[in-house]
Protein backbone atom coordinates (compact mmCIF):
# COMPACT_ATOMS: atom_id res chain seq x y z
CA UNK A 1 0.00 0.00 0.00
CA UNK A 2 1.12 3.39 -0.67
CA UNK A 3 2.17 5.51 1.71
CA UNK A 4 2.27 9.65 2.35
CA UNK A 5 4.28 11.86 4.44
CA UNK A 6 3.56 15.15 4.90
CA UNK A 7 5.68 16.38 7.67
CA UNK A 8 4.85 19.69 8.60
CA UNK A 9 1.05 19.48 10.37
CA UNK A 10 0.74 23.10 10.23
CA UNK A 11 3.06 26.28 8.07
CA UNK A 12 2.40 29.53 8.33
CA UNK A 13 3.52 32.63 5.71
CA UNK A 14 3.30 36.25 5.92
CA UNK A 15 0.99 37.58 3.10
CA UNK A 16 2.76 38.15 -0.70
CA UNK A 17 5.41 35.85 0.97
CA UNK A 18 6.32 32.68 -0.43
CA UNK A 19 5.68 29.12 1.37
CA UNK A 20 6.79 25.80 0.44
CA UNK A 21 5.15 22.40 1.77
CA UNK A 22 6.69 19.17 1.76
CA UNK A 23 5.60 15.48 1.06
CA UNK A 24 7.25 12.51 0.41
CA UNK A 25 5.48 8.90 -0.65
CA UNK A 26 6.45 5.47 -1.00
CA UNK A 27 4.83 3.80 -4.86
CA UNK A 28 6.10 0.95 -6.61
CA UNK A 29 4.75 2.30 -9.43
CA UNK A 30 6.93 4.05 -12.46
CA UNK A 31 3.90 5.87 -14.24
CA UNK A 32 1.80 7.93 -11.92
CA UNK A 33 0.44 11.07 -11.28
CA UNK A 34 0.70 13.49 -8.19
CA UNK A 35 -1.67 15.90 -7.06
CA UNK A 36 -1.83 18.61 -4.38
CA UNK A 37 -5.76 19.51 -3.35
CA UNK A 38 -6.15 22.11 -0.70
CA UNK A 39 -9.67 22.00 1.80
CA UNK A 40 -10.44 25.40 3.15
CA UNK A 41 -12.80 26.03 5.79
CA UNK A 42 -15.66 25.28 3.14
CA UNK A 43 -14.58 21.35 3.25
CA UNK A 44 -14.69 21.65 -0.25
CA UNK A 45 -11.29 19.78 -2.25
CA UNK A 46 -9.94 21.71 -4.92
CA UNK A 47 -7.26 20.49 -7.07
CA UNK A 48 -4.49 23.11 -7.10
CA UNK A 49 -2.11 21.43 -9.02
CA UNK A 50 -1.22 18.29 -11.11
CA UNK A 51 2.31 16.49 -11.89
CA UNK A 52 3.19 13.57 -14.53
CA UNK A 53 5.57 11.37 -12.62
CA UNK A 54 7.31 10.64 -15.99
CA UNK A 55 8.00 14.08 -17.07
CA UNK A 56 11.04 15.82 -15.05
CA UNK A 57 9.81 19.39 -15.94
CA UNK A 58 7.88 20.78 -12.71
CA UNK A 59 4.59 21.81 -12.77
CA UNK A 60 3.62 25.24 -12.89
CA UNK A 61 -0.21 26.83 -12.10
CA UNK A 62 0.16 30.70 -11.64
CA UNK A 63 1.16 31.20 -8.20
CA UNK A 64 1.64 27.60 -7.57
CA UNK A 65 4.64 25.24 -8.33
CA UNK A 66 6.37 22.16 -7.34
CA UNK A 67 9.12 20.36 -7.01
CA UNK A 68 9.29 17.02 -7.88
CA UNK A 69 12.13 14.60 -7.14
CA UNK A 70 11.62 11.36 -8.58
CA UNK A 71 14.07 9.02 -7.36
CA UNK A 72 13.65 10.55 -4.06
CA UNK A 73 9.68 10.60 -4.38
CA UNK A 74 9.61 13.61 -2.75
CA UNK A 75 6.87 16.14 -4.30
CA UNK A 76 6.86 20.15 -2.59
CA UNK A 77 3.93 22.72 -3.20
CA UNK A 78 5.60 25.97 -3.18
CA UNK A 79 3.15 29.20 -3.24
CA UNK A 80 4.83 32.31 -4.27
CA UNK A 81 3.10 35.53 -3.15
CA UNK A 82 1.08 34.47 -1.18
CA UNK A 83 -2.47 35.45 -0.13
CA UNK A 84 -5.17 35.38 2.07
CA UNK A 85 -7.42 33.38 0.55
CA UNK A 86 -4.91 30.42 0.09
CA UNK A 87 -5.33 29.76 3.74
CA UNK A 88 -6.46 26.23 3.71
CA UNK A 89 -5.60 22.36 4.60
CA UNK A 90 -3.37 21.24 1.64
CA UNK A 91 -3.53 17.66 1.29
CA UNK A 92 -0.82 15.48 -1.15
CA UNK A 93 -1.86 12.72 -3.45
CA UNK A 94 -0.32 10.51 -5.30
CA UNK A 95 -2.28 8.62 -7.53
CA UNK A 96 -2.53 4.24 -7.55
CA UNK A 97 -0.70 4.28 -11.31
CA UNK A 98 -2.15 1.41 -13.72
CA UNK A 99 -5.65 1.04 -14.44
CA UNK A 100 -7.49 1.96 -10.85
CA UNK A 101 -6.09 5.59 -10.26
CA UNK A 102 -7.11 5.65 -6.55
CA UNK A 103 -5.72 8.47 -4.55
CA UNK A 104 -3.90 8.19 -1.39
CA UNK A 105 -4.00 11.37 0.53
CA UNK A 106 -1.58 12.62 3.28
CA UNK A 107 -2.84 13.79 6.57
CA UNK A 108 -2.02 17.55 5.35
CA UNK A 109 -0.46 20.54 6.11
CA UNK A 110 -2.80 23.53 7.44
CA UNK A 111 -1.84 27.00 5.86
CA UNK A 112 -2.09 30.03 7.94
CA UNK A 113 -1.25 33.23 5.89
CA UNK A 114 -0.78 36.25 8.17
CA UNK A 115 -2.00 39.54 6.64
CA UNK B 1 -22.22 22.39 -15.70
CA UNK B 2 -23.22 21.26 -11.65
CA UNK B 3 -20.33 19.52 -10.83
CA UNK B 4 -20.37 16.80 -8.32
CA UNK B 5 -23.81 17.06 -6.30
CA UNK B 6 -23.57 15.06 -2.81
CA UNK B 7 -26.83 14.74 -0.36
CA UNK B 8 -27.60 15.48 2.02
CA UNK B 9 -25.01 17.46 3.30
CA UNK B 10 -25.43 16.89 7.16
CA UNK B 11 -26.54 13.63 8.85
CA UNK B 12 -27.69 12.77 12.01
CA UNK B 13 -28.42 9.59 13.33
CA UNK B 14 -28.97 7.17 16.22
CA UNK B 15 -26.86 4.10 16.62
CA UNK B 16 -28.46 1.00 14.77
CA UNK B 17 -29.81 3.19 11.93
CA UNK B 18 -29.22 3.03 8.88
CA UNK B 19 -27.73 5.83 6.23
CA UNK B 20 -27.77 6.56 3.47
CA UNK B 21 -25.60 8.85 1.16
CA UNK B 22 -26.06 9.94 -2.39
CA UNK B 23 -23.70 10.97 -5.15
CA UNK B 24 -24.72 12.10 -8.57
CA UNK B 25 -21.31 12.56 -10.69
CA UNK B 26 -20.64 15.63 -13.15
CA UNK B 27 -21.94 15.21 -16.58
CA UNK B 28 -20.10 12.89 -18.47
CA UNK B 29 -18.39 11.19 -15.78
CA UNK B 30 -19.08 7.83 -15.08
CA UNK B 31 -16.31 6.82 -12.24
CA UNK B 32 -17.16 7.65 -8.70
CA UNK B 33 -14.89 6.93 -6.06
CA UNK B 34 -16.38 7.26 -2.35
CA UNK B 35 -13.27 8.98 0.56
CA UNK B 36 -14.23 9.31 4.36
CA UNK B 37 -12.19 11.72 5.96
CA UNK B 38 -12.25 11.09 9.89
CA UNK B 39 -11.36 14.70 12.28
CA UNK B 40 -7.95 16.19 11.82
CA UNK B 41 -6.97 13.42 8.77
CA UNK B 42 -6.56 13.60 5.36
CA UNK B 43 -9.17 11.39 3.17
CA UNK B 44 -9.29 7.55 2.83
CA UNK B 45 -10.34 5.30 -0.13
CA UNK B 46 -13.14 3.51 -0.05
CA UNK B 47 -14.73 1.98 -3.26
CA UNK B 48 -14.44 2.61 -6.34
CA UNK B 49 -16.95 2.12 -9.13
CA UNK B 50 -18.28 2.72 -12.24
CA UNK B 51 -21.87 2.34 -13.88
CA UNK B 52 -23.46 -1.28 -12.15
CA UNK B 53 -19.80 -2.24 -11.39
CA UNK B 54 -17.45 -2.07 -8.06
CA UNK B 55 -14.08 -1.93 -9.18
CA UNK B 56 -12.56 -1.48 -6.12
CA UNK B 57 -13.45 -1.92 -2.64
CA UNK B 58 -10.41 -2.75 -0.74
CA UNK B 59 -10.94 0.47 1.51
CA UNK B 60 -14.77 -0.50 2.09
CA UNK B 61 -15.22 -1.86 5.91
CA UNK B 62 -15.77 -5.93 5.50
CA UNK B 63 -19.66 -5.65 7.14
CA UNK B 64 -22.01 -2.72 7.47
CA UNK B 65 -20.64 -0.78 4.16
CA UNK B 66 -22.43 -0.88 0.73
CA UNK B 67 -21.92 0.44 -2.36
CA UNK B 68 -23.42 0.66 -5.65
CA UNK B 69 -23.82 2.93 -8.85
CA UNK B 70 -27.03 1.87 -10.64
CA UNK B 71 -27.49 2.07 -14.65
CA UNK B 72 -29.53 5.03 -13.67
CA UNK B 73 -29.83 7.46 -11.19
CA UNK B 74 -26.99 8.56 -8.35
CA UNK B 75 -24.49 6.47 -6.26
CA UNK B 76 -25.45 5.25 -2.83
CA UNK B 77 -23.12 5.17 -0.17
CA UNK B 78 -25.44 2.66 2.43
CA UNK B 79 -24.07 2.58 6.18
CA UNK B 80 -26.24 -0.21 8.13
CA UNK B 81 -26.26 -0.36 11.68
CA UNK B 82 -24.21 3.23 12.76
CA UNK B 83 -21.82 3.15 15.25
CA UNK B 84 -20.28 6.30 16.51
CA UNK B 85 -17.13 5.14 14.69
CA UNK B 86 -19.24 6.08 11.57
CA UNK B 87 -19.41 9.73 12.80
CA UNK B 88 -17.11 11.40 10.20
CA UNK B 89 -16.87 13.58 6.44
CA UNK B 90 -17.58 11.36 3.43
CA UNK B 91 -16.57 12.99 0.12
CA UNK B 92 -17.54 11.58 -3.47
CA UNK B 93 -15.47 12.27 -6.55
CA UNK B 94 -16.36 11.51 -10.36
CA UNK B 95 -14.11 11.43 -13.27
CA UNK B 96 -14.11 10.74 -16.92
CA UNK B 97 -11.60 7.88 -16.67
CA UNK B 98 -7.59 7.90 -17.37
CA UNK B 99 -8.19 7.65 -21.17
CA UNK B 100 -5.14 10.00 -21.80
CA UNK B 101 -3.33 11.89 -18.99
CA UNK B 102 -4.28 12.24 -15.52
CA UNK B 103 -7.45 10.75 -14.03
CA UNK B 104 -7.99 14.09 -12.23
CA UNK B 105 -11.02 13.62 -9.52
CA UNK B 106 -13.83 16.21 -8.90
CA UNK B 107 -15.10 16.44 -5.83
CA UNK B 108 -18.57 16.89 -4.02
CA UNK B 109 -18.72 19.08 -0.72
CA UNK B 110 -18.99 15.90 1.18
CA UNK B 111 -21.65 14.69 3.59
CA UNK B 112 -21.01 15.21 7.10
CA UNK B 113 -22.62 11.96 9.04
CA UNK B 114 -22.86 12.32 12.56
CA UNK B 115 -24.20 9.34 15.01
CA UNK B 116 -25.47 9.68 18.41
Known amino acids: AQTVTQSQPEMSVQEAETVTLSCTYDTSESDYYLFWYKQPPSRQMILVIRQEAYKQQNATENRFSVN ?34 KLTFGKGTLLTVNP | NAGVMQNP ?26 YRQLPE ?76
Not at chain 2, 12 to 24: D, H, N, T, Y
Open chain 1, 68 to 101: FQKAAKSFSLKISDSQLGDAAMYFCAPDSGGSNY
Open chain 2, 9 to 34: RHLVRRRGQEARLRCSPMKGHSHVYW
Open chain 2, 41 to 116: EGLKFMVYLQKENIIDESGMPKERFSAEFPKEGPSILRIQQVVRGDSAAYFCASSPGRYSGANVLTFGAGSRLTVL
